[in-house]
């Protein structure tokens, strides 16, 4: 009788942990790891880091990575990270992500927010940034990643987090296309609209009327109406110029809306032709019809 393989045990997902001086650019970071996939916890406490693995553990699994972020402004808050960290009791491999930046650059950032720093008390904003450098700073040399971000705006440092901590998968553009019909309204998440009411409408024709664009005869007539193919020849090398823009700018979620009037013919039929070229030029694409079947 042949003996079953053992499964190999999961391995957990990473957990970082992002801190550094007020103002270098923790919320930013916070963000950029969302879109990369963390399940992101801003302005915890490092006594509940634990506790906030052990939740996401048991909701959804080692297998998705964390990012918490903390403000380390007092002993027992550097100690607790401290033994979280070296001690291992969270389960996964843990990365400890610094964010500095010099002071010139910090007051100037803390004054555009018109905000006080924390440590600030009553005296000046600059006493406050200095009492927070001297209680990070033996946290700062014991970081797996520290990133001055003085001389970075905000695009760059995204790519900074992306490339420290994305994968080939979460780093590329994710790109939507959805059909809708004009007479029910404009999706207000897109980034890029198109018309297909210059093509001759499958609702006059009585045997496509009851279909759909997604039926191939129906499909077949919408691509082969005069302008169809030139239409889709030319605005993919758009779309695509969009989207190598799009990367350079941080941003990874692209939305493209292709409407006709009613959201059941032409637009289905273009969206899924659209997606179907998109993912043949290896874009991480998907078609969604959001006012099919409404009428």
Sequence with gaps: MDQAMPVEPSQPAELVIVTGMTGAGRSTAAKELEDL??????????TLVRDVVRLVDDSRGVNQPIAVVVDVRSGSFFDSLQANRHQGVTGRPTTLLFLEAVDDVLVRRQEAARRP?????SGRLLHGLQREREVLADLRGDADVVIDTSNLNVH??????AENFGTPQTTRLKVT???????YGIPVDSDFVADMRFLPNPHW???LRPMTGRDEEVASYVKERPGAQDFLDQYLPVLETAAKGYLNEGKRFLTVAVGCTGGKHRS???TEEIAARLRARGYDTRATHRDLGRE
């Design 268 to 270: 289905v039929a273009m």
């Design 117 to 121: 720093h924390p440590l600030q008390g």
């Design 37 to 46: 996939g963390f399940f992101v916890v801003d302005n915890l406490p490092p």
């Design 205 to 207: 024709v009585p045997e």
């Design 177 to 183: 296309v959805v059909s809708f019909g004009f007479k």
């Design 156 to 161: 760059q440092l995204t790519d900074r987090i």
